[in-house]
């Protein structure tokens, strides 16, 4: 059984001016959130910033040492579209001379934009 959503006549209206053809109102509803999706993701591929890194503990070279120690961090990557995917960072070859950032860009952020990440937070 599909779920009943209760609209005021103005905005079924709205919708109705939006509507091709025989457009029932739920293909109607997908086509117009396909197209805002589209545009959310045309716009992080086209911008160049990249998303922001948040470590906890916040001393990075704190973060690092416990890293180095546990070899491992809790990691939880933040989508554009609200999503949070949580994982595991097994982090094995990290040492004192290492770069977490750059093993972070070249690693679990590899393709940030074409995943739509636009936060990664790193706990250990």
């Known amino acids: 059984m599909c779920p009943v959503i209760r609209i005021s006549d103005k905005l079924y209206a709205r919708l109705e001016s939006h509507a091709k053809g025989f457009d029932t109102p739920s293909a109607l509803i997908e086509r117009l959130l396909d197209a805002q999706d589209g545009i959310v993701i045309k716009e992080i591929k086209e911008s160049t910033e990249k998303p922001e890194l948040i470590f906890l503990p916040s001393d990075e070279d704190q973060f690092k040492k416990l890293l180095i ?56």
């Open 69 to 124: 120690s546990g070899k491992q961090a809790a990691v939880s990557l933040h989508r554009i579209d609200g999503s949070i995917e949580k994982r595991i960072w097994k982090a094995n070859k990290i040492s004192q001379s290492s770069n977490i950032r750059g093993n972070l860009w070249s690693g679990i952020l590899r393709g940030w934009k074409k995943k739509g990440i636009v936060k990664a937070e790193l706990s250990i």
